[in-house]
């Protein structure tokens, strides 16, 4: 009987233990990483793991119009299930979800509870699936890199390509065709290198260059036939004692449309002499511009700060690949300031997102570079609020096929690889923007790889990796 | 196995540990620089995702405590043992006898042929585990379940050569075991059903085999269509003659003896013995082998700035056939501060040479950094040592991640350096480090938060321009020192760019009270005496020697030039400026 009651003890206080209860609360916010508080996100996201760090115990409740909906503890980061996060997810969508964190670190051994905040889940869905490049973060060499799709609802992250199909060669300038898993292209250099371009599923290998120079930075139309291409001379500089740390810049650059259904290469003189460098096209989406940048050369890298990219645009033709005229200038660099580079005009044609920063063509690696929004209706130009960071770039932007979204690239977390953020965008403004969620959110912070060119597509790609590499290997 | 066998053994075991790290140690400690093992979920998928996945993770671990040269010899030492052993065990685990010597002939052959390769050792070990572990199993329907297990998760092992070799070890040793396990008086013994199992089991393992290499591929991690099958798991070695070679040494290792003959076992040992010694032998004095053990020696006293001992070291002879050789005797002259003086003692042409600019393999790359590191621009030592850690096998290396530690902290880049703290923290033998290097961090944290912040750019490029130009750059940027002043001025010098050469002595007065070096006098005393501008002298000063010097130079020039030079007054400039000028102005950009 004795026994019995310590036993009996024993479980009461094993239960104790286990629904332990923070002794103090503040006022603060809690220090979660990813910054997730306050944040719009929507209605068929992953689980939106986060960490507090240092933490030994966590405890966090999420709750909607006054009812505990989850509860989940964890030590320095919570793990949500899947199947209970998407039951929350559904019961709060349109609705704003109270979250309670509560944690047990060395400075708060007997347990603090931080102030609540708000996660709002919107009514719309962003896409399935966000295609990227996932690379060694900067300079020249490289050992790994692939291509790989993630499921925005899970975590699950698969590779399209990796360069162990092209023997170690490098793989780059993925394109998709209004977000079609079943029509895009990529490029791949190495021995018996090309373009991989596929359509409707069906896989071919294209050499598509101007002269000896590759085409580098495609643009798919939304006819699905004609891509654009900027065919540039890519080089790179580094600094010292500097901020930035490297300066991508083009010895020269031209503007070239390939017809897929062909394989011809379309030229236009005005795009292709040496007066001026033209660079990453983009059509609109009713395929009737393609938009581009363009600067006059200077000699590089010494004058880099005088390159300043203005955004252009010029009147295509899909009926015969053409493109027309006037070439019109939709950011000014000269009047507007800076050097404006991947222009992404939105779904519904009324937006243009640029990245600018203070000079030069590649502004992934300029700390200063900010998303800039043209509004196309009236010729407004601002920079939004809620998505650019004071000392990191922002870049290499996409909207989603609802024009609701948009996914960008940012080195803010520490300064050296990129993460994928992502934002609502709601009445020509920006919600607050939050990191890709991970299964282990530390994950974001410690992995060795940039996420490279985010483009959103609309299912998950089926490649075929053994047909696209006996293509990268053979040498037709 | 007799006392001489194991005797074999043992010198086999002492000799690879006591011999190889004697002879290699700093080969062996860039095994682990250049290799890197972290408990994380990106890594760890990383290389189960590397068929066969499981022992390319197992050989990442031991990999760490090669750190230790002899803590590392030691661990391959004990595999190849190991594996001799097993060999040597087998055929007694069949109920047959062997010489048991014949294990170590496949280890020896191992070593020789794949010197430091402990992951092609372990999948070795494995293979030669898969047979011996068949041949302890004694029921027929535990060894059918053990096969269905070795074919499910083999490939985690090992590569499908070597599971071929394993499945065909196995069924020709079963088949002899059944063929004895039948009596002899059996008429039929050749129609006898267990008599054909172990090739039935044999084929249909390895048509499982075939198809589940594919679908591993598919699954679990996408293998290059030319290692997915029949390769050769040495690099270089062409897959027939690997095979060929492997299968014949694990078959004589394996077979079994009915009865053992004295002289025959004396005659394997001592054939044992001379390959074993004629293995090492050419191990040790493999002169690929050396030569690279030379270049990580003299990368290591560079990192200790030894650099009289680098200059003691390195062979004279060798100079202008050893790039680096001379690389590193010119970066211990700099190191010294005697560069300017003995410069045009080197076989040196051009100032690209001081450094490797064009070449990206793991050895430069280090070089490189070391060579900035000594000029204080640590943003290039940690591009460099980044660009060190991308040749490295899993695209970065426990060297790389520490020098990129310590330069992320000299330049203030402290999320960087947390990052790479933080990873190196989770190895196993990098906890003490991580601690000492976050205090480190914390420390210079509280010491920079009043620094003054840096230009966001500067025309302070690396790579861009030739080294002199470069070098200039730094210092109209304002980081001037004695080192890069040097490195200006030499690379004007060996570039033939006068004016330039000219300038940067003249506006960065670090010789200012001081005479200029041998390098420097010459080039300034010829400077003078061709333009006959004198007012150069207020800002340098040198011994007259030299313009009495270059005046024998030039007469001799002159006379030689018209064929009127008397070869017995002739003096030895080869080694000054002018006799370079000279020689290189005739040189075209091309040829340099």
């Known amino acids: ?15 104790a233990c286990d629904k332990k209860m923070p002794q103090s609360q503040v006022e603060e916010l809690p220090p979660v990483f990813p910054d997730y508080i306050g944040v719009t996100v929507p209605a068929n996201i992953a689980p939106l793991n986060f960490g507090i760090k240092d933490a030994t115990d966590m405890r966090v409740a999420f709750s909607c119009e006054g009812t505990t909906l989850l509860e989940i503890n964890g030590d320095d980061y919570i793990d949500i299930p899947l199947s209970e996060w998407k039951e929350l997810l559904s019961k709060c969508r349109g609705k704003d979800v109270d979250v309670s964190v509560s944690a047990w670190n060395q400075e708060h051994p007997d347990g603090i509870r931080y102030r609540d905040f708000t996660i709002h889940i919107d009514d719309s869905e962003i896409d399935d699936y966000v295609a990227y490049r996932l690379i060694p973060p900067g300079y020249v060499g490289w050992n790994k890199m692939a291509i790989m799709q993630r499921h925005l609802s899970t975590f699950e992250e698969t590779p399209i390509i990796t360069n162990n199909e092209n023997e170690g060669g490098c793989i780059n300038c993925h394109n998709f065709c209004k977000g079609d898993p079943k029509r895009y292209m990529l490029h791949a250099r190495n021995k018996g290198g090309g373009t991989i371009v596929v359509k409707d599923g069906i896989m071919t290998k294209r050499n598509i260059a101007m002269g000896s120079q590759n085409a580098t930075y495609p643009n798919w139309h939304p006819g699905g036939r004609y891509i654009a291409f900027s065919v540039n001379d890519v080089h790179q500089s580094f600094y010292s004692h500097c901020t930035q740390k490297i300066e991508v810049f083009d010895f020269s650059s031209d503007l070239v449309i390939y017809d897929s259904d062909k394989d011809s290469i379309i030229e236009d003189c005005r795009f292709t002499d040496t007066l001026s460098l033209e660079t990453f ?91 800039i929004l043209i509004n196309l209706m009236n010729g407004d130009i601002y920079k939004p609020d809620n998505i650019n960071s004071d000392t990191a770039p922002e870049s290499y932007h996409n909207w989603s096929s609802n024009g609701k979204w948009v996914t960008f690239a940012s080195r803010r977390l520490e300064g050296r690889t990129t993460n994928l953020y992502f934002s609502h965008f709601i009445n020509g403004q920006f919600t607050k923007s939050f990191l890709l969620p991970q299964k282990n959110p530390w994950k974001n912070e410690q992995r060795f790889f940039s996420y490279n060119v985010p483009e959103f597509i609309t299912g998950k790609v089926n490649a075929d990796r053994d047909q696209m590499s006996k293509m990268l290997q053979s040498k037709k | ?158 590569p499908w050569t070597m599971m071929v070799m394993a499945t065909l070890t196995i069924a020709i040793g079963w088949t002899i075991q059944e063929r004895e396990s039948i009596s002899p008086q059996t008429s039929a013994l050749r129609h006898h059903p267990s008599y054909f199992i172990p090739g039935i089991v044999f084929v249909l393992c390895n048509i499982w085999l075939y198809f589940e290499v594919g679908m591993m591929s598919r699954l679990v991690g996408f293998t290059p269509l030319d290692r997915r099958y029949f390769y050769s798991p040495i690099e270089g070695l062409n897959p027939w003659i690997y095979a060929s070679l ?60 030894e650099w009289k001992q680098i200059l003691n070291t390195i062979p004279k002879k060798e100079l202008s056939t050893n790039k680096a050789y001379l690389e590193y005797a010119l970066l211990a002259e700099a190191g010294l501060g005697t560069l300017p003086d003995n410069i045009f003692n080197y076989p040196i042409i051009f100032s690209e040479n001081l450094l490797y600019r064009s070449n990206s393999n793991a050895f430069c790359r280090n070089f490189n950094r070391q060579f900035y590191e000594n000029l204080e621009i640590f943003d290039e030592c940690f591009r460099q040592s980044y660009e060190f850690g991308i040749q490295c096998r899993n695209g970065a290396g426990f060297a790389s991640m520490r020098q990129m530690v310590k330069y992320a902290l000299l330049t203030d880049n402290f999320p960087v350096a947390e990052k790479y703290i933080a990873k190196l923290s989770k190895s196993t ?92 006098a010459e080039a300034v005393a010829m400077i003078i005496f061709d333009t006959g501008d004198e007012s150069i002298r207020q800002y340098v000063s040198y011994s007259p020697q030299y313009d009495m010097q270059f005046r024998q130079f030039d007469a001799q020039y002159t006379a030689l030039q ?18 370079y000028f000279v020689k290189a102005s005739q040189i075209t950009p091309s040829q340099k």
């Open chain 1, 1 to 15: 009987m004795r026994h019995f009651i310590i036993l009996c003890f024993t479980l009461l206080f094993w239960c």
């Open chain 1, 281 to 371: 096209p983009a059509f609109s989406p009713d395929g009737r511009m393609l938009y581009f940048c363009s600067a006059e050369p200077h000699l590089l890298p010494y004058e880099v700060d005088s390159m300043h990219y203005s955004i252009l645009r010029v009147p295509f033709d899909e009926k015969t690949g053409k493109m027309g005229s006037p070439v019109d200038t939709v950011y000014n660099a000269r009047t507007q300031g800076g050097s404006a580079c991947h222009p992404r005009v939105s779904p519904d044609g009324r937006y243009l997102m640029i990245s600018v920063a203070d000079c030069g063509t590649f502004t992934i690696h300029h700390p200063e570079a900010d998303l």
């Open chain 2, 1 to 158: 196995m007799n006392k001489t066998d194991k005797a074999l053994y043992i010198v086999f075991f002492l000799t690879t540990c006591v011999c190889i790290s004697w002879v290699y140690p700093q080969t062996i400690a860039q095994l682990e620089a250049t290799d890197y093992f972290v408990w994380n979920d990106d890594y760890l998928r990383m290389k189960i995702a590397e068929l066969p996945g499981i022992t390319a993770l197992l050989s990442d671990y031991l990999l760490q405590f090669f750190r230790w040269q002899g803590v590392g010899m030691t661990i391959e030492a004990t595999v190849l043992t190991l594996t001799a052993l097993l060999l040597a065990d087998t055929p007694r685990r069949m109920v047959f006898s062997s010489y048991p010597a014949l294990g170590l002939a496949l280890p020896l052959a191992s070593l020789f042929m794949a010197l430091f390769q402990l992951e092609f050792y372990l999948q070795t070990f494995f293979m030669v585990l898969a047979i011996w572990l068949f041949f302890i199993i004694r029921k027929n329907w535990w060894k059918y379940a053990y096969l269905a297990v070795l074919c499910t998760t083999g490939l985690f092992l090992m």
């Open chain 2, 246 to 305: 492997y299968l014949v040494l694990l078959m004589m290792a394996v077979k079994p003896v009915n009865r053992l003959h004295k002289s025959v076992r004396y005659g394997i040992q001592g054939g044992i013995l001379i390959t074993c010694i004629a293995v090492f032998y050419l191990i040790c004095t493999n002169p690929q082998f050396l030569r690279e053990e030379k270049g990580w020696q003299l990368a290591a006293l560079a990192e200790k700035k």
């Open chain 2, 429 to 520: 033998t990098h906890k003490s480090w991580a601690r000492q290097w976050r205090q480190a961090l914390d420390s210079q944290q509280q010491r920079n938060r009043t620094q003054t912040a840096k230009p966001v750019r500067a025309n302070t490029f690396l790579g861009a321009y030739q080294l002199g130009v470069e070098m200039k750059g730094q210092l109209e940027f304002g980081k001037q020192n004695q080192s890069i002043v040097d490195y200006a001025l030499v690379s004007f010098l060996l570039d033939c760019d006068l004016r330039n050469f000219l300038h940067v002595l003249t506006t960065y007065p670090v010789y200012s009270g001081r005479q200029l070096p041998k390098a420097y």
């Open chain 2, 562 to 579: 018209e064929n009127k030079g008397a070869e017995n007054s002739k003096i030895n400039f080869n080694k000054t400026y002018w006799n």
